[in-house]
């Protein structure tokens, strides 16, 4: 599902998916707290065994490493760290900054749309909500310039060819726009993946 050369934060976002560290301490967070809520025998005997490298010292070390205040960090304060981590990295980043720019993000929350379009239809909304449609100006590295093969007159910019190029579109029907491209309804999101669908075919077929 996922094209090649995807950035990194551009996945993160788009997906939801929170990275394994994240996780785990967001977990073990978590289990702490609920722990200290509904003490359980054994497990809170185990808490407090303070063997070296047993879950309590394993716990202590990593709200230090997160927060000198170990009392005051809670698993929200990991996602909110996560979210920083990930916007800072996407700075800079053209592809990831216009998703960012677009869409919120809701880490750890899975797009409705993922679960509710096929594996081929999610594809295709995530590859255009990140820049990543074969056309020339996303893939400069595998084109010899940048000037659309339509219509051989402007830079062929995903933009170009999903709504402006006078060699794909004779009217206004035919054209995916991004408040098409970046709406939560599925129904709608499935008639935006055909015109993307058409639109990459006629270029498709111009290149050959």
Not at 68 to 79: F, H, K, V
Not at 82 to 91: F, R, V
Not at 144 to 170: F, M, S, V
């Amino acid at each position: 599902m996922v094209p090649q050369s995807t950035p990194t934060e551009s996945l993160y976002i788009e997906t939801g998916l929170l990275d394994i560290t994240t996780i785990t301490t967001k977990n073990r967070l978590n289990m702490e707290k609920r722990l200290h809520k509904h003490p359980e025998r054994l497990a809170t005997k185990i808490m407090e065994i303070g063997t070296k490298g047993g879950w309590k010292e394993k716990t202590t070390k990593m709200k230090t490493t997160i927060n000198s205040e170990m009392e005051t960090i809670t698993a929200s304060d990991i996602i909110k760290k996560y979210t920083n981590k990930i916007n800072t990295m996407a700075e800079g980043k053209t592809k990831t900054q216009h998703l960012l720019n677009n869409t919120t993000w809701k880490p750890g929350i899975r797009p409705k749309y993922m679960n509710k379009l096929t594996r081929t239809e999610a594809s295709t909304i995530f590859k255009a909500r990140t820049r990543m449609l074969d056309v020339k100006n996303n893939y400069r590295g595998k084109y010899n310039d940048t000037k659309c093969r339509k219509c051989d007159a402007e830079t062929e910019t995903q933009e170009h060819i999903l709504e402006e190029c006078p060699g794909i579109h004779k009217d206004n029907s035919t054209k995916a726009t991004r408040n098409d491209i970046f709406q939560d309804e599925h129904t709608k999101l499935r008639a935006t993946v055909e015109k993307i669908t058409v639109i990459m075919r006629k270029l498709d077929e111009q290149t050959k």
